[in-house]
């Protein structure tokens, strides 16, 4: 089956750091992929909708200064939080959609604590 | 406006026993996909089924069941003699059948399987 790489799982990092994860779909090219937001006890809540060579589209809420979105290549989309704080500390789960009719591809999810 | 209700927010059984998690849906589109996933406390999404709007007909998959019925809007899952490993928070999702493909999720019902 399709499998997405989500890198890294797991992330410490001080206070006004800025951290990148990177979401790669390692099998099929994926026009759009999506990024998610879980907080603890809590469903996952769609931060963006990337596509392939065009600007994020970010939900409502959702501060694109703060979370930026690159999506490069068909293979490759990442999440970089910017200047993060503890309330940016949450679990980030992208997914990867190739256009098809088929379900969304989902990554194994990061961890980010900020301290 | 798009809606998924997942009014259990936590079930308790003991192994064996039988359990249904309920999901309702709310949607103007006449045409969508219905969705469950499984998040084990590791945290990445497992696809269990997806479910057309056209195709009504009941689902098994070994101990695993599906119920939709369009006219209740429902999308029920039912575990036939629940286990341990069974334990995990299940998410009921909806998106429509062309365009954007975002998820709708549910909040999730955190089922636990006491030995």
């Known amino acids: 089956g399709a499998v997405v790489s989500q890198h890294p799982s797991w992330v410490i990092c001080k206070s006004g750091t800025s951290v990148k994860i990177e979401c790669r779909s390692l099998?099929?090219?994926?026009?759009?992929m999506f990024w998610y937001r879980q907080f603890p006890k809590q469903s996952l809540m769609l931060m963006a909708t990337s596509n392939e060579g065009s600007k994020a589209t970010y939900e409502q809420g959702v501060e694109k200064d703060k979370f930026l979105i690159n999506h490069a290549s068909l293979t490759l989309s990442t999440l970089t939080v910017t200047s993060a704080h503890p309330e940016d500390s949450s679990f980030y789960i992208c997914?990867?959609?190739?256009?098809?009719?088929?379900?969304?591809?989902f990554g194994d999810g990061t961890r980010l604590s900020i301290l | 406006a798009q809606k998924v209700t997942q009014a259990q927010t936590e079930i308790s059984v003991v192994e064996k026993e039988d359990v249904t998690l309920d999901c309702v849906y709310e949607t103007r589109d006449t045409t969508y996909y219905l969705f469950w996933y499984k998040q084990p406390p590791s945290g990445e999404l497992v696809f269990l089924i997806r479910?057309?709007?056209?195709?009504?007909q009941n689902e098994i998959s070994g101990r695993y069941s599906w119920n939709f019925q369009k006219s209740t809007s429902s999308f029920n899952f039912t575990i036939t003699a629940s286990q341990v490993v069974d334990s995990a928070v299940y998410f009921c999702a909806l998106s429509p059948l062309s365009g954007t493909y975002k998820y709708i999720f549910g909040t999730g019902t955190r089922l636990k399987v006491l030995a």
């Open positions: 479910r057309n709007s056209f195709d009504e």
């Open positions: 099998d099929f090219q994926a026009t759009t």
């Open positions: 997914s990867a959609y190739s256009g098809r009719v088929e379900p969304q591809h």
